[in-house]
């Protein structure tokens, strides 16, 4: 449970049915009695979230939710999707280094998705601005005009358009508002970084609105580069969006939005310590014999070790990952009609990634690959909501249809022992969706009420791959994976203060296609081997009980949420580098369980001083194989590490009639934890702690800003990832957390 504090303005229209807003209120909450002024309490400001599709208290919403406003995410230095794993429990945010660059990776309590380009579904869904996030590549936003951020943890299907059986992350934009106005904001700091954003808002009357937001945010890398070479780990991204509102009449809205972004990773970061022992049957194990036998390459062996935490031998194909998006979106409301809301919800998304990367990870010519993706979907959502049978019945239902395209683009090729090895065969995936939902909240008697939903969907793929000299169609493969997926459950309010609730619901994650194509063997030219093969779908039931309570007149909030959740042919994803070429594949795992504790806690001390903490305990285990390869039931699940927790807090006053001043500090800790899925490939990362501090000045009159912030105060090094190539490549590569950055930022608001 999170809370947005009082720097924010409202918007003057009311939110779109399907966003989620925090209600903009002063810090903390104005008293509530006489005798609670004479004390000199104060009590936490309400959370206002849509997170059923309907605006509802935080304490009064039965489902794990924790929301972020915009000046909160500033204050606890969440500058990006991977920063809000230090705020949200049960979340882990990474971006691969490995054989999916520069790609954003997303777990809920230990749910999540390796990589994009095999096929498989997403665990966590990404929503912005209510639309569907196609892909993993860019997928780590910058919060720029950001209202706010949703997590949402266990299974949402009821509620969404496409299946989210591990949870979902909500991005709200700031909405136009009816007044003129904007702002101007500039920031510096360590490693060259250079930010500079702004946003206009135009108004008309109260007939329309129109926001126009762009920056340009660049950091320089932090990986020093052993050969001498250019530091890795540098960032790039570009944004421009326009947002248009019309209301030509009180029951009708029209929403328009169109946004360009671009992410650019220069260099992937990554540490890659000794020793280097390449085996036979590997690329670099042919590769030195070769070497050895009287060419002037050097043989691959450990003087391309990394010599210290955030160093790298150099490469011989400069890594790099750049993603380029493009996004429209057209809805509607029309609030028209008695006790029912209705909502068109039409869009469009292009994906475009290029990427390259050396997995040996240094500058002779053992390996490297590069690739040119692209993602692209259409998706038209109907949303319907109401009350009926007066009013103890609240409910909301959708249609929901999209189409969704992946394609290996020309661009796309394998760099094998200094020579360009044959262009992996091109793969097109397609996949229709359609469903259609339903979510209700019925009140049986006064304080007591049952929850249900109900979801049917369908997901239509194929895959085909066609050779890569002459276009010949090598392979096809076509199913359909239907689901039917619900959730029921019972709230009950003991009093004013404290609710508590019970759900059971059911996920699905659709199946799919491996596409394993092997290139000419080493001693084996010309022989050529590729093939279709399905995996299953992945189903889940999650039990969960959670209460929402508050006591001392609201000013100590504590939320806890266990939960229990039973899985099904349990999708493990392998990665394996050898002789011949890079395989990614997917198998089943017959079932697993995990079980868990979430808490979220705040404390208002007084009027100035907040205290927060969350924290998460969870627990994994494979019940059965199967026919899965790779994984024992011993075997540790990735990006699930048994404890994770934060603490901080917050400190605001004034002085005087001149100006405002925030304080605020957050410790975040994150357990060790297996980096990928199976025992061969898996690396352990240690344990962290990361340490943020920010001290913020604002003008009386809000007009002018200054906030000072270090990021990783402490300078711990850390890995947010990694992959053990031992088995193939002679390699262990652990991906890099950024160290510590300090910087200053200035904003005007006009």
Partial sequence: METSWAQDSAPATEPAADLAVIELEPALAAPESPEQVEAGTAAIAE????????????????????????????ERNVQSTQDLMQVAPSLQVSTAAGPNGGAAVFFLRGMGQQRSGNGTEPAVGVYVD????????????????????????????????????????????????FDNGGYVQATAGSYDRRDLTGVINLAYDDLAALRLTG???????FVRQQD???????????????????????????????????????GLAYSQPGPIEPRPNTIPWYYNLTALGGFTNPPYDDRFASTCDHCQAGTNVREFADTQSSAAQIGVTWSGLESVEVKSLSAWQRVGSRYALDLDGSPAPVYSA??????????????????????????????????QSFDMLPGTSQLLLGRISDDPDPVERRTHTLAGFVDATYELFEHA?????????????????????????????????????????????????????????????????????????????GLRRSELGSYKPENVTSYEIGARTEFFGGAIRINPTVFYAQWRDVQV????????????????????????????????VSRQLVFFANGALLRMRYDSVGDASGITKDSRFMRAPKLTYTVGGRYQNSVANWFHYVF???????DDQASNATDDTSLSLPAYGLLSLRAEVKSINDVLECALFVTNALDETYYVGGTDYTGSAGTRRFDLGRPREAGISLRYNF
């Fill in 47 to 74: 959370v206002v979230v849509t997170a059923q599709r309907r605006s509802q208290n935080l304490q009064e919403t039965p489902v794990a939710v924790t929301a972020l406003g915009s000046q909160e995410l500033e």
């Fill in 130 to 177: 209510g639309v569907y996030y196609p892909s993993l590549q860019g997928a780590i936003f910058n919060m720029l005009d950001i209202q706010q951020v949703e997590v949402l943890r266990g299974p949402q299907g009821t509620l969404f358009g496409r299946n989210t059986i591990g949870g979902a992350i909500r991005y709200t934009s700031r909405a136009p508002e």
């Fill in 215 to 221: 920056g340009r945010l660049h950091r320089d890398g």
């Fill in 228 to 266: 001498g070479g250019e530091d890795a780990g540098g960032q790039d991204n570009e944004l421009i969006r326009a947002q248009l509102l019309v209301t030509p009449m009180d029951a009708l809205k029209i929403e328009l939005m169109g946004q360009r972004n671009r992410s650019e990773l220069d």
């Fill in 370 to 403: 590069s690739a040119h993706t692209r993602d692209e979907i259409y998706s038209q959502e109907f949303q319907f909501s109401g009350k009926a049978l007066d009013e103890r019945l609240d409910w909301v239902s959708g249609l929901y249809a999209a189409r």
């Fill in 449 to 525: 009420q049952v929850l249900g939903g109900y979801r049917i969907s369908q997901d239509d793929k194929e895959a085909t791959l066609r050779d890569s000299g002459n276009g010949e169609l090598l392979d096809h493969e076509r199913r359909k994976f239907t689901s039917n997926t619900g959730r029921v459950g019972l709230q009950y309010r003991w009093t004013d203060r404290i609710m508590s609730y019970a759900t059971v619901s059911t996920g699905f994650k659709a199946g799919g296609f491996n596409v394993n194509v092997s290139g000419p063997l080493i001693f084996t030219p």
């Fill in 573 to 604: 994803q392998s990665v394996n580098v050898n002789a011949s070429t890079l395989e990614v594949y997917v198998d089943n795992a017959a079932s697993a369980h995990s079980q868990g504790l979430e808490l979220e806690m705040q404390a208002a």
């Fill in 664 to 670: 605020s500090a957050n410790w975040n800790w994150q």
